[in-house]
């Protein structure tokens, strides 16, 4: 019988051990979401400042050659734009298929693909198994695509390709 209690004793305290682990790892998951929509934030208003005082923006020019302040206003908000994304699917709110949808779309615009293309020495710089460059090779797929279609056709790429097909 004290076997008995002793084995009752322990499957509770490991279930106890069990629960606690995965809400240690929710924790962590959530902390991690929070932090991460925090450094966006943070991200959003710095470039917010740049763009509204032109003599800031030679501090966030990183592109190869110089680019007009138009110009490279429109690549921050590209910039931006992607960031979003990417930030929601990092964060659970995009899962990859609908990430890749979305990607698809905001791409179609080619101010979106003359920006890829001005960063593209920013991405050589990735670890090539990160997740990030992963993601740079799937929209460096969709651009690709993308400058080889219709204007009127961007709906249809990649469409058998999808992650989630």
């Known amino acids: 019988m004290a076997a008995a209690r002793v084995a009752v004793v322990l499957a509770t305290a490991y279930r106890i051990h069990i629960a606690l682990r995965r809400w240690e790892t929710l924790t962590q998951a959530e902390q991690r979401r929070k932090t991460l929509t925090e450094y966006q934030q943070d991200h959003n208003r710095l470039i917010e400042r740049a763009t509204e005082d032109p003599s800031l923006l030679p501090v966030l020019d990183a592109y190869e050659g110089d680019l007009p302040a138009d110009t490279q206003r429109r690549h921050l908000l590209a910039n931006d734009l992607y960031q979003h994304a990417l930030r929601g699917y990092q964060t659970g709110v995009l899962t990859l298929a609908d990430l890749h949808g979305h990607l698809r779309y905001i ?4 101010a979106m693909r003359d920006y890829w293309e001005a960063t593209r020495h920013h991405r050589a710089s990735l670890a090539g198994a990160s997740e990030e460059a992963e993601l740079g090779q799937m929209v460096d797929a ?7 279609v219709d204007g009127d056709e961007w709906w249809v790429i990649d469409q058998m390709d999808r992650p989630d097909a």
């Open 107 to 110: 791409f179609q615009s080619r």
């Open 142 to 148: 969709l651009v690709t695509a993308l400058d080889d």
